[in-house]
Every structure is written in structure tokens, then in C-alpha cells.
Nanobody, 123 residues
Framework: QVQLVESGGGLVQAGGSLRLSCAAS????????MGWFRQAPGKEREFVAA????????YYADSVKGRFTISRDNAKNTVYLQMNSLKPEDTAVYYC????????????????WGQGTQVTVSS
């Protein structure tokens, strides 16, 4: 069992940056692959980025590649999402998620979810 708490969301102008954090409870964080997803109003929750348990492997949605960076600090039980060059279409609630060992990009492959943090990008 792992509990996830996101933070770092807010309102930013287009072209700006934000860093999201996701703090995990439990002593086995390093055995979990982590993902970030987002959901805009009226839309399906979509994959943003994922990272393997040791940080060696990362995946990104095409829409964020080159602008967002996922990273993790297993000593702090935390995963991050650095978001640069933000666009209005990045506006959404951002969720972090965890699954055992194997990194994945589909939301139905993740077992644990945080409550989400709102990111709003103004034009």
C-alpha cells in the first residue's frame, strides 16, 4: 500500500514553468514505478510521463516531450515533474500514480493514485 500526495500546482502564464512534486508514504517507494497523468475538464485522463523504479527509464507523451521532465528521489520518497514552456492546453488536474516495479504508460495499469493538483496556464 502506498499513499500519494501531489503539490506544486498553480496559475502560471504561458511560457512559464512549474515543478510538481508527489510525496509517497511507505518504506518501499523505490520498488514502485511512477507516472504522471492529467485530466482537463470534459476530457479523459491522459498519460504525461512515467519513470522506472530506479529512474533509468522514462517515457513521455508526445505533447510534452522536450518541455517536461520526470525525475525521482528515492531517498525522499518523491517524484517530480518539471514543466517548462507551459501552454494553455497544459491546463488540467495533474495526478501522480504508482505501480509495482514495471513502468507503464496506461492509466489502467496503475494501482495507486493521488488526489491531484490543479495547473492552470493563462494565455
Amino acid at each position: 500500500q502506498v499513499q500519494l500526495v501531489e503539490s506544486g500546482g498553480g496559475l502560471v502564464q504561458a511560457g512559464g514553468s512549474l515543478r510538481l512534486s508527489c510525496a509517497a508514504s511507505g518504506r518501499t517507494f523505490s520498488s514502485y514505478a511512477m507516472g504522471w497523468f492529467r485530466q482537463a475538464p470534459g476530457k479523459e485522463r491522459e498519460f504525461v510521463a512515467a519513470i522506472s523504479w530506479n529512474g533509468a527509464t522514462t517515457y513521455y507523451a508526445d505533447s510534452v516531450k522536450g518541455r517536461f521532465t520526470i525525475s525521482r528521489d528515492n531517498a525522499k520518497n518523491t517524484v517530480y515533474l518539471q514543466m517548462n514552456s507551459l501552454k494553455p492546453e497544459d491546463t488540467a488536474v495533474y495526478y501522480c500514480a504508482a505501480r509495482k516495479i514495471v513502468v507503464a504508460t496506461r492509466k489502467d495499469e496503475y494501482d495507486y493514485w493521488g488526489q491531484g493538483t490543479q495547473v492552470t496556464v493563462s494565455s
